[in-house]
């Protein structure tokens, strides 16, 4: 079985501030991990993707996260956070490997002001 | 090169009807999935296709039922509709059954009133 918590349902930064948004999973597996943002009446876009290579693993417009078994995290971050930015994000687990199922977390609005 | 394409982009059914929905992959993708999202629960998913075979399924009623076609084309079936089918539907493809990334369709607003 596999699930992922994301601890926040609500984020608000300000315009070129830090953004932090944590995901837990849980999985019996060795894990792959997404994160997707969601634009407004958009369809879900591949932010990045840990697939058990290397630990820090970095996506398109300036978002990294970081892999750690450890404490079964997977936080999303970005040094400064831009006005478009602001959307659905959602962390994603799978078994990894042939297992094709997703399992989306319950999703962080991100809101960014001026 | 195109994208996800998912068609019609917006539809509105009544109670007891059936509706198919239809999701065109990326060139050379031969795998396809369907996700429905709702305010209430969130992205689920539905089920599964790798060269038209049905690989997964999510936990769904057998109402809502799916086929991929020799060119991967994808459809989606919901007979006998109900209101709590209301939602965004979408499809992802990816080249290959297994997480090796996918790419989403902008999806398929169901309204059922």
């Known amino acids: 079985a596999q699930s992922v918590t994301q601890l926040d349902s609500h984020v608000s930064v300000s315009e070129g501030t830090p953004v932090l948004l944590r995901c837990n999973y849980s999985s019996s597996y060795s894990p792959s991990l997404f994160w997707y943002v969601q634009h407004p009446n958009k369809g879900l876009q591949l932010l990045l993707k840990y697939t058990s290579a290397a630990t820090l693993v970095k996506g398109i417009n300036g978002f990294e996260a970081e892999f750690k078994k450890s404490e079964t995290s997977f936080h999303l971050t970005k040094p400064s956070a831009h006005m478009s930015d602001a959307a659905e994000y959602f962390c994603?687990?799978?078994?990894?490997?042939?297992?094709?199922?997703?399992?989306f977390g319950t999703g962080t609005r991100l809101q960014v002001t001026l | 090169k195109a994208g996800v394409t998912q068609t019609p982009r917006y539809l509105i059914k009544t109670r007891g009807q059936q509706v198919t929905l239809s999701c065109s992959p990326i060139s050379g993708h031969r795998s396809v999935s369907w996700y429905q999202q709702t305010p209430g629960q969130g992205l689920q998913f539905l089920f599964e296709?790798?060269?038209?075979?049905?690989?997964n399924k999510g936990n769904f009623p057998g109402r809502f039922s799916g086929r991929q076609f020799s060119n991967s084309r994808s459809e989606m079936n919901v007979s006998t509709l109900e209101l709590g089918d209301s939602a965004l539907y979408l499809c992802?493809?990816?080249?290959?059954?297994?997480?090796?990334?996918?790419?989403f369709g902008s999806g398929t607003r169901l309204t059922v009133v």
């Open positions: 994603v687990v799978s078994r990894g490997g042939t297992a094709s199922k997703l399992t």
């Open positions: 992802a493809s990816s080249f290959r059954e297994g997480t090796y990334g996918y790419t």
């Open positions: 296709y790798f060269s038209e075979t049905q690989r």
